[in-house]
């Protein structure tokens, strides 16, 4: 059973940074695809960003393009999302999710596997 557990929100000043992290477990990660999705409130889930595990296809969403970066630590089977120059509209909550089969995606409901999420509020 794939779970995951997301740590590292909270509340930070506009133009600051925060590191997201996502550990995973139970699963055979090296062909999954991992994500990352937010939801504001009022708002649809939208996505972030996207890994596949083996680290060589990335994807971003334009609104996040140039300040967040994603990563994965193979050996602490770790997801990671860096946060730079965050805005007042980047608040929401932040969820890992993963794509146990299929190609490489960027929609939410091609993952099946999601965790609790962690909240990122950015104000001044």
């Known amino acids: 059973q794939v779970q995951l557990v997301e740590s590292g929100g909270g509340l930070v000043q506009p133009g600051g940074s925060l590191r997201l992290s996502c550990a995973a477990s139970g699963g055979t990660f090296s062909t999954y695809t991992m994500g990352w999705f937010r939801q504001a409130p009022g708002k649809e889930r939208e996505f972030v960003a996207a890994?596949?595990?083996?680290?060589?296809?990335?994807a971003y969403a334009d609104s996040v393009k140039g300040r967040f970066t994603i990563s994965r630590d193979a050996a602490k089977n770790t997801l990671y999302l860096q946060m730079n120059s965050l805005k007042a509209e980047d608040t929401a909550v932040y969820y890992c999710?993963?794509?146990?089969?299929?190609?490489?995606?960027?929609?939410?409901?091609?993952?099946?596997?999601w965790g609790q999420g962690t909240q990122v509020t950015v104000s001044s």
């Open positions: 999710a993963a794509r146990t089969t299929g190609t490489f995606a960027t929609t939410g409901r091609r993952y099946d596997h």
């Open positions: 890994i596949k595990w083996s680290g060589d296809k990335v």
